[in-house]
C-alpha cells in the first residue's frame, strides 16, 4: 500500500501562488508515474502535471509555463508549484502514484479556489 497525502491548498486570488506538496508513505517501490491530478465542480478528473519514470515530465497545456512539478526523493514528497492562477484553476488536486503492476493510488485531494 502507498499512503498519499496532500496540502498546501487554499484560497487565493487570481494573478497569485500556491505550492502543493503530496507526502508518500508506505511501500514506495515499482512506483513508474507520480503526478497531480485536479477535478473542478461537474468536471472529470484530469492530469495536471506527472513525472514519468526517471525525470520526464508532462504538463496539461493548460498549465505550461505557469505550474511546475518537482520532488525531493529523500523526503518522499511531490510538489506542484501553481504560479499566475487563474479562477480556471479552481479544484480539487489530488495526488496520484502508479506501480508498473497498473495499479495506482489516490490522495484524499487538497482544494484549490482562485477567486477573480
Known amino acids: ?9 487554499g484560497l487565493v486570488q ?4 500556491l505550492r502543493l506538496s503530496c507526502a508518500a508513505s508506505g511501500s514506495i517501490v515499482n512506483i513508474v508515474a507520480m503526478g497531480w491530478y485536479r477535478q473542478a465542480p461537474g468536471k472529470q478528473r484530469e492530469l495536471v502535471a506527472r513525472f514519468i519514470g526517471g525525470t520526464s515530465t508532462n504538463y496539461a497545456d493548460s498549465v505550461k509555463g505557469r505550474f511546475t512539478i518537482s520532488r525531493d526523493n529523500a523526503k518522499n514528497t511531490l ?4 504560479n499566475s492562477l487563474k479562477p480556471e484553476d479552481t479544484g480539487v488536486y489530488f495526488c496520484n502514484a502508479l506501480r508498473t503492476s497498473g ?5 484524499q485531494g487538497t482544494q484549490v479556489t482562485v477567486s477573480s
Not at 510538489?79 to 501553481?82: D, E, K, N, R, S
Open 1 to 9: 500500500q502507498v499512503q498519499l497525502a496532500e496540502s498546501g491548498g
Open 14 to 17: 487570481a494573478g497569485g501562488s
Open 79 to 82: 510538489y506542484l508549484q501553481m
Open 103 to 107: 495499479l495506482g493510488y489516490w490522495g
